[in-house]
Every structure is written in C-alpha cells, then in structure tokens.
C-alpha cells in the first residue's frame, strides 16, 4: 500500500515586498519522519513553514494534511490540525509556570485552572517522550534547552502529530543537543512528524531521515538522507563547492594596538565578571575568545569598547592609557565593535538602511551641512556601503526589518569596519548565517587583517577559531585561562581549557 | 455567511495613517449621535450648531482659533516627549506653572514696555514650566521612575498651586471674591489681530512648529530623539547619553507648555485666573496622537479641537450640556487608539479565499 504524507504543500508560491520568498515549492512529510528543511538564509525555509504553521498565506499552491485540503488562517487553525511550530525566540511567558505555559491558549472549556490535573497530564507527555521538565518550576529559572523542552510539551498538549522547529539547536549546548535529538527520535518512533529548519550540515546528517533543499526560494533536491553526503548537500545548497578555505598563516602582526593589564570588571548584578586579565593584541592578528558563552566574554568586550566600566586595571591603545574615555572618543580613535545582540544594540530595527548606516558616526561633519543633516551625503554614503560589503537591498529608505540575517550583519559589520579602524571587536559574528554569508563575513574579516587592523572575535565554534584567528585565549569563569599560538595548539587543548582544566603550557600573554 | 476577520499585514499599511484619524473622528461623531438622540435632543440640528457656533462668523472663527493656539503650543510640547517614548502627561501642570510664573513677571515688574515685559514673561513660562517638566524627567532619567504618574500627580500639585495664590496672597483686593489677580500692567498684554482675540501666540506655535519640523528631521539631535525612542541599547552604543536626552526633552516639552499658559495669562485673561486651562494639557494628548506627532499636523488637528470647544460652548445655550464636547473626544481618542490595529492587520471577508 502507497503511504499516505502526513503534510503536502503542492506549488506553494509566496512573494513579499520586492522578494519572491517561495516559487513552485512542493513539500511532503511522512509521519514517523524527522524531515530536515536545509537552505542558506534567506532561501525561503522560515516563510514555507510559517505559511505551513498558519502565519502566512500562500499567494499560489495550496496544502494537503492527511490527504484532506486545508486553508489555514491562523496559527490556530494550523493547530486545530495538528500543526505546531516552535521559533527560534520562544513564546514563553517568564513568570508562569510550566504548567501554567503549557495550558496557556489551550481550550479547556472551564473556567478554573485544575492545577493537578494539568501538572499530571504535563508529566505524563514528558515522561512518555523523554522531555524531563518540573512542571511547577517558573519558566524564569529555566535553561534555554529546558525552556525548549516547555515548547515542545506544550505542542504536544494541543495534540500536535507534526512538529515543526526553526534552527532548534542554536541556543543549545552539545549536550542539549544530544539530548533533544533523542526526544525528536523518540516522537517519530511514535509516529509523530518533525520538521528541522537548519543550515547544520552536521545534524542533518545526525539526525534527519529526509531531506528538502531550498536555494532562493525554490526545492533543489529532495532525497533520502542515506543516500546523501556532506559534500553533496553543501553544493545543492549554495550551488558552487565552497571550500573551507583556511587562513594564509603567514605572520604580518606588528605593533601591539591593544593592552589589557589586569583587568577587572563589574557583572550586571555587582559581582566580578572579569578578573584580572591580561591580554595584548598586535596590529595584523586575529585573536580569538574562545569559552562557553558566560564566562566574561560579552564584558571584557563591552569594558574595551567603553560600554562598561571596569572596577581595576588598564586599557591601552597604542600605548595610550583610554579608560577614561567614553564610547565615542574610542570609536573615534579607531575601536570600532560588532556587538553580539545584532537587532538590539547594533542595529535599530524600526529604522531605515540609511539611518543604520550612520549609527555610529553620525556626530562627524561629513554626513551634515553645518548644523543640518546632508541627506545626499548619507544616501550616497549609505549606497557605497552596500555596494562595498555586498548587501541585497530593494531601497535604502527601507526599514532595514526587511534584510536577512546575512544582509543585516554584512551591514553592521561593514559599517564598522568603513571606520578604518585599529582595532576590531566582534562577538558571535557567524551566529544564525549559512555558509555563504558566513564566508563573505570570513573574507572581510580577513581583508581588514591584511590591511592591518587587530581584530579580536568571541566565537563559539571551535572550527571556526582554528580557521581565523592567529591566537586563541581561552576564558572561563571570569578569567583568561591561557593565550595560545593556533598553529601549536589542537581543539582537544582548548576544548579541555574551556572546561575549566588547569593551565596546558603557557605562551605570551 | 459573510463573517469579517482580521488578517496579519505583511507590510505597514502608510494609507492608515491618514485613513484612521479621519474614521475615528467620523465614529466619534456617529457614537455621539447616538448619545445625542437618546438624551432627546435633535443630533442633526445639535451638529450643525455646533458647526454654527465653531465657524459661522467671524467671531466664531476668531474664537476657534483662541482655542487652537494653546491646543497646539501643548501638542507640541507632548509629542517631542511621545517621539522619545516618554509618556508626558503632564502637560496641563506644565501650563498652570507656565501661567504662574508669566503672571508673577508681570504683576511684580508694574509698568514697562511691551518689548521688555513680553519677552521676559515668555522666558519664564517657558523655565518654569520647563523645571516641572524635568521633575519626572530627572527621576526617570537617572532612577527610572515611571514619567507617566509623576507627571500626572504633578498636574494636581500645580493646579491647587495656582489656586492657593488666586485664592489667598494673589489675590486682587477688587475682585469683589473671585479668585482673580490684578490686571497685568498694559505691557504685560500680548499684541492681537486686528479687533479680534487672536493673538500672537499663533505665531509662537507656527515658529515652534516649523522649528520642531527641522530638529527633528534635519539635524543631529533630532537623529538622537528617534534613535533612543527606538533603543537605547542602541542609543548607547552609539555614543548617545540617554540619561541626558531624557532630561532634555522633558525640560523642552514642559517649556513648551509653559508658553502654553504664559500666552493664556498674557494673550486672553490678561491676569492669573483659576481654571487657567480647562484642560488643554489633556486634549493635547489627543491632538499630538491624532496627528500622528507631526508638527504642522498637530496645528491643523488644533484648529479641529479648537472648534470642536467652540461649538461646544455654543449648543450650551440650546441646553446641551458641554460634557458632549468631552465625550466627543474621549471617543476621538477611543476610536483612533482602537484603529491603530489597521496598521497592522486588514479586514477580510470570510467568503474571500487565499
């Protein structure tokens, strides 16, 4: 007997302003399926499952569920058919309960809440699926992985046979992982449905048993994952074999640009985030951070960029002492910064490409005619930037709301770097970006290391550090571990070193 | 069956913006209609007069415009705050302590000239209501206090204020009781349109307006403003002090209002008076927002409101109470802040398949 797809989208066309986001897309899922939906950003996979989830009609095609025609108005509607998507920002509210979540929005037909019942029913569903979660715990006190798993209990409370998640493992740690894979099979073994949205060559491989492609909104392959392979995959993907192209490790780092010397720094909550640590970046090198998020990073960056005060020690550029200085007279002697909240602090969402672009200089004469704005001045500047660092872009008087993931971080960090700057700090540069923008990134990058500037990045992936940075320092629990030459050093070293171990060697500070 | 539902825009729909102020003017009017009717009174009949009594002579139209002035003066002052997100809603104390101190030049100066006088009471109005302002502005600049409650507590404080001078140390000994100051001195009188009670404080407005438009559009600080009522996480990472924009925009808007209540005293009572502002600092709220905070909209939707007090005073006399005028606008306001869903979402027919 034919088996019947849980899911059909049949020719699913969708457009947006100046964008056609899905052209002629088919689409089917089996139920007892992990289907992985793989594209680069911007390829159209968010806007397939959101009309799949009810949030966006289609312009053209329609939908099958179980063979039977549906047209969804609503995420609810999608819901009523057994539909749930989980987004990458959860949809939790902080101060209730698990439970509490959980029932939030599902039609119980009473009035009162019966608080047992509910937490009996939530333990029941997380034990017959492996989501271990405290039913009574406030979401507040919940790790992200954990908050996921209230995600994933509530969809299935709502009795959903498919489950769609986007980009689920990037707020995940290795063991979450592993963990919600292990969830995901056992939901399929069950006969249930999972989507993944993802451009993680690696998990597709671990975890899915099917997969679609999309490339600019269109399917370009749909196959067995069996008989796939990594290489295959990555050239449907971004149609040319990209090639992780490694650093031309030949040594150009001059001058030192940047001292720390025995800093201190101050956490949100008055306690010592950062202590005493040392750290010298020379003009030409790529120093890398590496450690698990949480263990200073994001403060040091802010205490060298001026936006946190540190409570000891120095800061130096070229030589001279800046800790006095403010967040603008370090921009203006060359300290420019891509911070890791793109969308709020490095970007103002509600604001056009062109308002964007000037951020951070819009206080120098060049953008303004005395005492006005000189509007020609910022369009043409603002033109030049999106030629020079290759944004896709209907119009700059646009919100920049409508740029992709890829396209808003070749913004940010291309007007950051137009700066000239001496010295470059970027957190989490890659984060969210398929392999083509994350290579254009990598190639400015390392332009700007040609041309000299010191650059120091938080990175999270250690595959990234050893193809970028000519130095790695290792953080954890608020100290710099150890500072090493990449080419001397191997992942298991800094892997070991992030985890707390003791110090492996040490080379110059 | 035809059913109506509300679908998710996927772009901001620019045509609402004109399109929802003008419906939710029109809804109020239908909704007062129905008041009107249920309380026996002729709704047709109560609107033209009302119209009549707003723009039939020209002293209606000069009238109008008396009310127009301090509408937009404090529209203006509140949308500068509401571009920041600051939600003053202090404007109408602003006012009173606006009026208090232009009153306090002219009463103690006595005679001098129109040039000198003027000019010092405009400075005044404009400190003192700017100093109320920055009461909430600094708490909630550096101690993040709520801006709305304490401006709003501080309309009461500078309202009995003004109403324990006119009452008691203020007070004009001929008043025969009422709660009055002295005239001002001649100097202290605002120079007016022909014979008419228009007076210049048309021209402040116009000259605020005009250059609102420009700081906000064109320059640097301008730029600021719309960066921090965005983020002020960016704001910050910019190099902006928010702290001290928050400070400065509450200073200004509260200035504004105290011109506000300075062209009042100066324009219209020529002295202090209880009940200066009947509310201007309220229906300027509704004014700044129906003009979607554009400066020149804000003198235009003035001129509407203006008419609309005018009309009001009008049909009292046919025995309509003037609470219609009042709740004319709360519904203004009901229906505009109900129609800014349109913004956002569109209505569609059941029937209508996607």
Known sequence: MKRVPIIEMVRIGK??????????????????????LLGENGAGKSTLMSILAGLYRPDSGYIKVRNNPVKFRSPRNALESGIGMIYQHFRLIQNFTVAENIVLGAQTGTIKLDRKQIEEETRELSERFGLEVNPSAKVNQLSLGEQQRVEILKMLYRGCDILIMDEPTTVLTPQEVSDLFKVLRKMAEQGKAVVLITHKLNEVMEIADYVTVLRKGSVVGDDRIANLDEKTLTSMMVAREVKASKVDRKSQSGDAVLEIKDLQIPADQGHIAVHRANMTI????IVAIAGVAGNGQRELVEAIAGLRTPLAGDILLLGEKINHMDIRERVDMGITMVPEDRMGMGLVPNLNVMDNSILRAYHRNVFSSGPFFNYKKIRSYTNKLVKDYNIYLSDVAHPINYLSGGNLQKLLLGREIDQAPRLLVASYLVRGLDVAAAEAVYKILLEERARGTAILLVLEDLDDIFRMADRVAVMYDGQVKDILDVESTDIDKIGALMLGAEEVGVNNA | MLRLRLVKREQDFLAARVFVPILSILLAFAFGWIFLSLSGFEPGETYRRMFQGAFGSKYAISETIVKAIPLSLAGLAVSLAFRMKLWNIGAEGQIYMGAFAASGVALSVGDASAWLMLPIMLIAGFVAGGLWGAIPGTLRAFWDVNETITSLMLNYVAIFWVDYLVFGPWKDPGSLGFPLTPRFPAGGYLPTLGMSRVHMGLVIAAVIAVVFYILLNYTRWGYEVKVIGESQEAARYAGMSVAKNILLVMLISGGIAGIAGMIEVAGITHRLQQGISPGYGYTAIIVAWLARL????????????????????GVQTFGVSFSIVLMLQGAVLFFLLAGEIFMKYRLAFNKEEV
Do not use: C, K, Q, T
């Not at chain 1, 139920?31 to 992985?36: D, K, R």
């Not at chain 2, 554009?294 to 005073?313: H, S, W």
């Open chain 1, 15 to 36: 457009s947006f302003p100046g964008v056609m986001a899905n052209e002629d897309v088919s689409f089917r899922v089996y139920p007892g399926e992990i289907h992985a």
């Open chain 2, 294 to 313: 554009n400066p020149f909209a804000i003198i235009v939707v003035a001129f509407l409101f203006g008419a609309l007090l005018v009309g009001g005073f």
């Open chain 1, 282 to 285: 020379h003009s030409g090198e």
